[in-house]
């Protein structure tokens, strides 16, 4: 479940800064709760100073991230009668899963909604464009960035493990030593000498063939994952201008 905290700081200069923490609004003159107050504008001012930035076109929503954290700056409408705008700032953690859809995205937006309202400010645009819709369409962006970034991890990963395995695989069973061998049933072992899996212990290097069939299966799964990834017409496009 998606949790936001909200702030606004009103434009008086007199009234203490609203903060709410997953709904809840502290009281800015409770002793009992300044530490959170203090964690909060903690967690804005580093995800701020440290996280990357994307802004949407109008300029008027500009979001830091890092890992699974984020920060939303919203500019509202209102300003006071010397011009001045005051943001509302947005704090909230990515879904655990980073693969999920963007349901949570729609949560995100009613909370920032819901906040603005509590405090009476107009989330729309002089120009009649709804804010909210940039807040949900900005955050798209960022949250699709995030999970190409994640899948490509996913993917070098795989690919790793496709090549390492098989290969150390083998060499686990070409160096069992004569104590784990003991423990094997004869027949089981008589086979797996057979096929040549297993070798008798012996200090000699490992017989070519078998690492040649390790590596062969570890290029091939490799292969293989590649090329699920990859769209079959692109990959005819690519080849197509290779022969020209």
Not at 18 to 24: A, F, T, W
Not at 68 to 87: C, Q
Not at 159 to 179: E, N, Y
Request: with cysteine; aromatic share 6%.
């Amino acid at each position: 479940m998606i949790e936001i905290s909200n702030s606004f700081q009103p434009l008086d200069n007199k009234t203490p800064d609203i903060i709410e923490i997953n709904g809840q609004r502290l009281d800015h003159y409770d002793p009992s709760q300044q530490k959170k107050r203090q964690m909060f504008i903690s967690d804005i001012s580093r995800i701020v100073k440290v996280g990357e930035k994307e802004k949407d076109s109008s300029l008027n929503i500009v979001i830091y991230h890092k890992n699974h954290e984020f920060v939303i700056e919203t500019i509202p409408r209102k300003k006071d009668s010397l011009g001045r705008i005051a943001p509302i700032i947005s704090y909230g953690k990515f879904p655990d899963d980073e693969l999920a859809g963007t349901d949570w995205i729609d949560k995100v937006v009613s909370e920032i909604e819901r906040f603005a309202s509590s405090i009476d400010n107009n989330l729309t645009f002089n120009n009649n464009n709804d804010i909210l819709k940039n807040i949900k369409s900005t955050l798209t962006v960022v949250w699709n960035k995030k999970k190409e970034r994640v899948q490509k991890i996913v993917f070098v990963c795989r690919l790793v493990l496709a090549v390492t395995i098989p290969l150390l695989l083998v060499v686990i069973l070409l160096t069992i030593p004569q104590t784990v061998q003991q423990y094997i049933p004869q027949p089981i072992l008589n086979w797996l000498l057979k096929i040549q899996l297993l070798q008798p212990v012996q200090k000699q290097v490992p017989p070519p063939s078998i690492m040649q069939v390790g590596l062969f299966i570890a290029l091939n799964n490799a292969l293989m994952i590649s090329l699920s990834k990859v769209k079959i017409s692109k990959l005819m496009i690519k080849i197509s201008k290779l022969i020209r």
